[in-house]
Structure formats: C-alpha cells, structure tokens
C-alpha cells in the first residue's frame, strides 16, 4: 500500500520557467512533509519541509504547498535552472512515529536549458 | 558531502549468501536509519536506531538485521540472500530522534544478488 504516491515519473521543464511536481498520500496521521532532492550516485538531501498546520512554506526559489483537505502536496521550483535536474522525493512522517518517513517513488525533473 | 559515510559503495555476491553493509553517521548525530530503495521503487524504510538502541522497525525483512554500535556506527546484516534484494541500500542520520530532524542520507551501497 503506497501511503505517498508521485504519479508522475517525470518531468521536463524549460529553463526560467515554473517546475511543479506534485504528491498525493493516503494517510491522514501524517503531520509533516518533505522534499528531497537526489542527484545520480548520491544519496538524498533535504530540500525543503512543512508541517500541517501550514499551507505553504518557501525558501528561495522552492516553495511547498499543502492542501490537507485534498492530501495534497506540491513544490514549486521557480525560476527552473537546469542545476535542478534530480530525482524529488516526496515523504511524509507520522504523527504517532519516532522518526518513520514514508517516501514516494520519485518524480524525475529535466530542465532543459 | 553530507558527512555520512558508507561502504562499500558496490557489492555483488550470489544468492545464499550474507553481507555486511556498514554507515557512519555525521559527526554528533545520534540516530541512524536504514533504507531500501529497489528498481522504480520508493526509499522504503527498514529500521532505525537511537543512541545504540533500536528506535523503530519498517518493512524489514526477518533475515536482515542490524545494530549501532557504541561508536555509533551502524551495520546492516543481509543473510539467504535473494535476486529480490538487489537494490540500493542508503543510511541516513540525524541529530536526534524528535520528529522534524532533518535526516542527511550517505552514497548508498549497490548491493547486486546473482
């Protein structure tokens, strides 16, 4: 059962423009969310958070909405600069758990200079 | 670099057999976690430990085990293996164990079953 799910295995964007990449999850336990980024033969690295009593978070050029209601997150990747071709992990960690973080299945961004 | 640390980076042994993959985590982080991430697959997670003790428990299979060790390095033990366990495996750490620690995740080890 995947609790987070990216259904969109990938992705291309113009250079400059908006990247949006987008997370459904299933689990309404879940208090708080996560981006990672993943470059090829390395590990993930924290990219951007939010907790759920919030709607948005941003730094910088990523900004991360949550939409409870729907269970539904986004990160927002403005302006898109072809350093930004990764693999983002969505995740999630349960309110009731230590520290267990759910991760989605990736979505691939390629952006195109 | 985030300052974690794990070997080897590749592994390739056959079916039946145990490994022994090993993570040292960043400098002052006390928690460490294990993940498995197989082809087209999330990072699933396997187990956590805290401080030498074990914290929390995924999907981890009953012949893979693992342990922190006073050092606080972590070891992930793989035994029978199987063709299905061929994946990435990554460790991560963090400072501690409360809920919106940041986790900082090491190279991973390739670990191939044949």
């Known amino acids: 059962d995947q609790q987070v799910k990216q259904n969109s295995p990938s992705l291309s964007v113009q250079e400059g423009r908006i990247s949006i990449l987008n997370c459904d999850y299933t689990?309404?336990?879940?208090?708080?969310f996560l981006w990672y980024k993943k470059y090829p033969a390395e590990g993930p690295t924290f990219l951007i958070s939010?907790?759920?009593?919030?709607d948005k978070n941003e730094d910088g050029r990523f900004t991360v909405f949550l939409n409870k209601s729907a269970k539904h997150l986004s990160l927002h990747i403005v302006p898109s600069q072809p350093g930004d071709s990764a693999v983002y992990f969505c995740?999630?960690?349960?309110?009731?758990?230590?520290?267990?973080?759910?991760f989605g299945t990736g979505t691939k961004l390629q952006v195109i200079p | 670099d985030s300052g974690v640390t794990q070997t080897p980076k590749h592994l390739i042994t056959a079916t039946g057999q145990r490994v022994t993959l090993r993570c040292s985590p960043r400098?002052?982080?006390?928690?460490v976690y294990w993940y498995q991430q197989s082809l087209d697959q999330g990072l699933q997670f396997l187990i956590q430990?805290?401080?030498?003790?074990?914290?929390a428990k995924g999907n981890i299979l009953e012949r893979f085990s693992a342990q922190q060790f006073p050092d606080l390095h972590s070891e992930l033990n793989l035994s029978s293996l199987e063709l299905g366990d061929s994946a990435l495996y990554f460790c991560?750490?963090?400072?501690?164990?409360?809920?919106?620690?940041?986790?900082?995740f090491g190279p991973g080890t390739r670990l191939t079953v044949l």
């Open positions: 939010i907790s759920s009593i919030k």
């Open positions: 995740a999630a960690k349960d309110s009731g758990g230590y520290q267990k973080v759910t």
């Open positions: 991560a750490s963090s400072l501690g164990t409360s809920g919106i620690a940041t986790q900082y």
């Open positions: 430990y805290y401080n030498g003790e074990e914290r």
């Open positions: 689990n309404s336990m879940f208090d708080y």
């Open positions: 400098s002052g982080d006390l928690s």
